[in-house]
């Protein structure tokens, strides 16, 4: 499967917290009750600006950018990193000593072992490597989804 790039993660988590484009995400910051220092509409504006850039991998998001979406999307802020990390190495032809290890991620939403989709059923599994239940088709014999999420963790497919 190919590494997702750091900007689609974000993408798909900013989706899956309800946000349909980042200028909408930037809006609810804006807006937000919590500690966040009043700010203009056009100081939101560029935020939206930025974090379309980051999305579209031209420019990745600062720590302290990352911190801040953080609050309001639920994404794993090292996969993030570590997604930089991987996008840089593809693009130079870098290999790592102890490879470039990619980190476990719905191929549709963007959920980790660090956040798991919360269903009815209660958190997400690994449907498959790349899928997580949540976002498998609803028709998936959920016995094998037990049995895919119980060898994914056979796998001892920890957090990377
Ligand atoms: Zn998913
Ligand atoms: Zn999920």
């Known amino acids: 499967m190919a590494t997702m790039r750091p900007g689609a993660y ?76 991987l996008d840089r190495a593809a693009r130079h032809g870098w290999r790592f000593a102890h490879g470039n290890i990619e980190p476990q991620l719905c191929r549709v939403c963007a959920c980790s072992w660090h956040d798991a989709c919360v269903t009815d059923a209660g958190a997400c599994a690994w449907a498959e490597a790349d899928l997580c239940t949540a976002c498998a088709p609803a028709e998936f014999d959920p016995l094998l989804v037990h049995l895919a999420a119980s060898r994914a963790a056979q796998r001892g497919s920890v957090a990377a």
Do not use: W
């Open 10 to 85: 974000l993408a798909r988590r900013r989706a899956a917290a309800g946000f349909t484009t980042p200028e909408e995400l930037a809006r609810r910051m804006g807006v937000s009750t919590l500690a966040i220092r009043r700010a203009s509409e056009f100081e939101f504006a560029q935020l939206g600006a930025r974090l379309r850039l980051a999305e579209t991998d031209r420019q990745p998001l600062a720590p302290n950018q990352i911190r801040l979406v953080a609050r309001f999307v639920p994404f794993a802020p090292d996969i993030y990193e570590q997604l930089v990390v």
